[in-house]
């Protein structure tokens, strides 16, 4: 066929060659090519050219309004799960080789195969004073450092050290809410989140977990009835729009 009746492919590996580039590994990235492009009859491998190595097929021009989309769609996560798989086989092989690749569409499309990400840079670990509070739930460990564990909103509610000798009083509280405080661990990553990997705790104290209308009564029974009233107009009035 004229080279005119192709459309032309390019899969790209960095930092390979066609000189380092071993046969067995190159036939297993023409299977996952051959499997994210589909169309097989109308797909042909043409050469591998200099430089990095570069996997040039050519593919029918019948063919490319289906090949085309089907490769921009796998790299946004569409498509059917073969295409999806050949996709991520692909990536998976640059990540095991620790290199990444691109793939060149005609038209000039470049569409990235990142391979192994790079790992995120952190800061840390940096040592703090911290405190921690939540519902007891957790209580293990049989040598001198026990595990706490406790309800909170963080993720760090199971990695929480304490002696043994401060644990046992802290079992007294077993289902009720404790703050702890301690030397806490933390990182930050590249996002600048911070985050707390865990909390070496020094000291407790047992938080007062009644009901908040109970909480109430008390302190309307510590205050005069005159500045009780009072109390309550400012808040009835901060609630008027």
């Not at 192709?6 to 000189?19: C, N, R, T, W």
């Not at 999806?84 to 000039?108: H, S, V």
């Not at 739930?137 to 760090?156: F, Y």
């Amino acid at each position: 066929m004229p080279i005119d009746d192709f459309a032309e492919y390019e899969f790209v590996i960095h930092g390979s060659s066609p000189e380092t580039l071993p046969m067995t590994r190159l036939a297993d990235y023409l299977a996952d090519l051959a499997s994210l492009f589909g169309s097989k009859d109308a797909v042909h491998f043409d050469r591998v050219s200099e430089g990095s190595a570069c996997l040039k097929a050519r593919v029918e021009q019948q063919a490319k309004p289906s090949v085309s989309p089907r490769i921009r769609g796998a790299a946004v996560g569409e498509g059917s799960p073969a295409v999806l798989n050949a996709f991520r086989k692909l990536n998976d092989k640059l990540a095991e080789d620790g290199t990444t690749g691109e793939m060149r569409l005609p038209g000039g499309q470049v569409i990235p195969f990142p391979g192994s990400p790079l790992p995120e840079p952190t800061i840390g670990p940096i040592r703090q004073r911290t405190t921690l509070q939540g519902r007891l739930v957790r209580i293990e460990g049989a040598g001198e450092v026990i595990w706490l564990g406790i309800e909170d909103d963080t993720n760090v509610g199971g990695r929480i050290s304490m002696s043994a000798a401060c644990a046992q009083e802290v079992g007294r509280n077993f289902h009720r809410y404790v703050r702890f405080v301690g030397e806490g661990t933390w990182r930050r990553d590249s996002a600048g989140r911070w985050s707390l990997d865990r909390l070496d705790a020094e000291s407790f104290e047992p938080l007062d977990d009644d009901p908040l209308a109970g909480v109430l009564g008390r302190i309307r029974e510590l205050l005069p009835d005159d500045a009780a009233a009072e109390t309550a107009r400012i808040i009835s009035d901060w609630k008027t729009p």
